[in-house]
């Protein structure tokens, strides 16, 4: 994903909170509720046709899938504040890199650009060579 789709993503992420895990919760309590709307219903039908034995167990099977309703409500509001938790933190840490990037362009503006090239070669240089040695001794990484 390019830098200013991520960084799109993950402001929309941010202010509403939507991930896949929270749309799957979602749909899972949509149909807890749908469940227990109907054996609500069976129950209220069995209870007005005959007052007897049936009507006990869809009651209890409404209640079982109200309770299965209110535990995914729940997991998707948890869910749903970690998802816009970890959306922030990685947004600011994207302002962080922004910042350094204006600040690297406002030295380059005061020292001038002709000036700061070698400079910025070098730093660059010992940078990758730092990377390097300190990569030694570890195992290779893949996500690179």
Same mark, same amino acid.
């Given at each position: 994903m390019s830098g200013w789709a991520r960084y799109l993503a993950l402001t929309a992420k941010a202010k509403t909170g939507v $991930?896949? %895990? /929270?749309? /799957?919760? *979602? &749909?899972?309590? =949509?149909? #807890?509720l749908v469940a227990m709307l +109907? #054996? +609500?219903s069976l129950? @209220? #039908?069995?209870? @007005? =046709?005959?007052? &007897? %034995?049936?009507l006990r167990s869809a009651l209890i099977m409404s209640g079982g899938f109200l309770v299965l309703a209110l535990i995914a409500a729940v997991a998707t509001m948890v869910a749903r504040r970690r998802a816009m938790a970890r959306a922030q933190q990685a947004l600011a840490a994207? =302002? *962080? $890199? @922004?910042?350094? @990037?204006?600040? %690297?362009?406002? +030295?380059g503006q005061i020292l001038g650009w002709r000036r700061l090239a070698p400079i910025a070669a070098v730093a660059l240089i010992a940078a990758s060579l730092a990377r390097e040695w300190g990569r030694r001794g570890k195992p290779a990484d893949t996500e690179d």
């Open positions: $991930s896949p %895990g /929270i749309l /799957i919760g *979602a &749909v899972l309590a =949509a149909a #807890f +109907v #054996f +609500v129950a @209220l #039908f069995i209870l @007005l =046709a005959e007052y &007897v %034995g049936p994207q =302002a *962080a $890199s @922004l910042e350094t @990037l204006t600040l %690297g362009l406002k +030295v």
